[in-house]
């Protein structure tokens, strides 16, 4: 199995689930969408990555906020309320008959394309969602064994050409440094910022714990995660100092702990970074007394 912060355990129910495709439910196998669709073509499109947890999706407002923003910032319309694609979500799981460890993707470009082009004016359809449901609990085992991180030499882009706030389909880049850090023996990439300072992961944010302080990036260069944003939240509510700055690989290679956060994985240890070992090289107290309030912090959530 690959190693990584989106391991998964197998689940055999995953070959038979019904995918969401512009208000059908399609076989997993015949789930299809037209090769003139504006995603396929030029990665026009944005997404989110939702938990349900319990019969609930967490932290739903937060992903529905940071979806409509997305949308705003690329022109794309939505032809729904919030409401209703929540709906539409809960409508998948639903048919799936999926309550808990369940990871769901909501997809939306801005539609279908009259011939291969970027100009959104040749768009002939309104937006086609897609959203795929699947039964996914994290690897428990890739939580203890921690992951390895390689600095990628692609940095993150600065804000006035593709801003990493944005969710959308294009994220080459990122897959290039993935591409980077796996020839490097890594699992996933560390990447800094347009100024050289630490930022974040191709798929997930960074955090640093040193002295007993969480460190992060300003968030200027980075994904705008829930998760991320969760966990500074819980180190707030429960008096752990938490500070957004700038910081070196210098600092970081320094650090006691280092973790990456995500929706799939929640908090996952770093062990490694550039062949370096972090702090003792274990799931280190901090982190696991983060994962375990950001856990809490669910829970919360789906009974408010």
């Known amino acids: 199995?690959?190693?990584?912060?989106?391991?998964?355990?197998?689940?055999?129910?995953?070959?038979?689930?019904?995918?969401?495709?512009?208000?059908?439910?399609?076989?997993?196998?015949?789930?299809?969408?037209?090769?003139?669709?504006?995603?396929?073509?030029?990665?026009?499109?944005?997404?989110?990555?939702?938990?349900?947890?319990?019969?609930?999706l967490a932290f739903i407002d937060d992903h529905m906020k940071r979806l409509w923003e997305a949308s705003k910032s690329t022109g794309i319309?939505?032809?729904?309320?919030?409401?209703?694609?929540?709906?539409?979500?809960?409508?998948?799981?639903?048919?799936?008959?999926?309550?808990?460890?369940?990871?769901?993707?909501?997809?939306?470009?801005?539609?279908i394309k009259k011939t291969p082009s970027q100009d959104p004016r040749l768009t002939i359809s309104g937006p086609n969602l897609v959203i795929?449901?699947?039964?996914?609990?994290?690897?428990?085992?890739?939580?203890?064994?921690?992951?390895?991180?390689?600095?990628?030499?692609?940095?993150?882009?600065?804000?006035?050409?593709?801003?990493?706030?944005?969710?959308?389909?294009?994220?080459?880049?990122?897959?290039?440094?993935?591409?980077?850090?796996?020839?490097?023996?890594?699992?996933e990439a560390l990447m800094l910022d347009i100024n050289g300072f630490v930022c974040t992961c191709n798929a997930t944010n960074f955090f640093t714990v040193k002295n007993n302080e969480v460190w992060t990036s300003t968030g200027q260069y980075c994904m705008n995660g829930i998760t991320r944003a969760k966990v500074i939240e819980?180190?707030?509510?429960?008096?752990?100092?938490?500070?957004?700055?700038?910081?070196?690989?210098?600092?970081?290679?320094?650090?006691?702990?280092?973790?990456?956060?995500?929706t799939f994985g929640g908090l996952t240890p770093v062990i490694k970074i550039d062949g370096k070992q972090i702090g003792n090289g274990k799931y280190g107290t901090m982190t696991k007394k983060l994962s375990e309030l950001y856990n809490d912090l669910i829970e919360e959530s789906i009974h408010g």
């Open 1 to 56: 199995m690959v190693h990584g912060t989106h391991n998964a355990e197998h689940d055999a129910r995953n070959e038979t689930v019904k995918i969401y495709v512009n208000g059908e439910f399609l076989p997993r196998s015949e789930a299809k969408i037209s090769v003139f669709d504006s995603g396929y073509l030029i990665g026009d499109g944005i997404w989110e990555g939702i938990r349900l947890h319990k019969g609930k």
């Open 77 to 111: 319309n939505l032809p729904w309320t919030k409401t209703e694609l929540i709906e539409l979500i809960y409508k998948t799981c639903k048919e799936n008959d999926m309550h808990d460890e369940v990871h769901v993707r909501a997809m939306i470009t801005r539609g």
């Open 132 to 187: 795929i449901a699947e039964h996914k609990k994290a690897s428990n085992e890739t939580k203890e064994k921690g992951v390895k991180l390689f600095t990628s030499t692609i940095r993150r882009g600065s804000p006035d050409y593709l801003d990493p706030k944005l969710n959308c389909h294009s994220k080459l880049h990122e897959v290039q440094a993935l591409i980077q850090a796996i020839e490097a023996g890594a699992d």
């Open 234 to 262: 819980v180190c707030e509510k429960h008096g752990i100092k938490c500070r957004q700055k700038d910081f070196s690989l210098y600092d970081t290679y320094g650090a006691d702990e280092a973790f990456v956060t995500g």
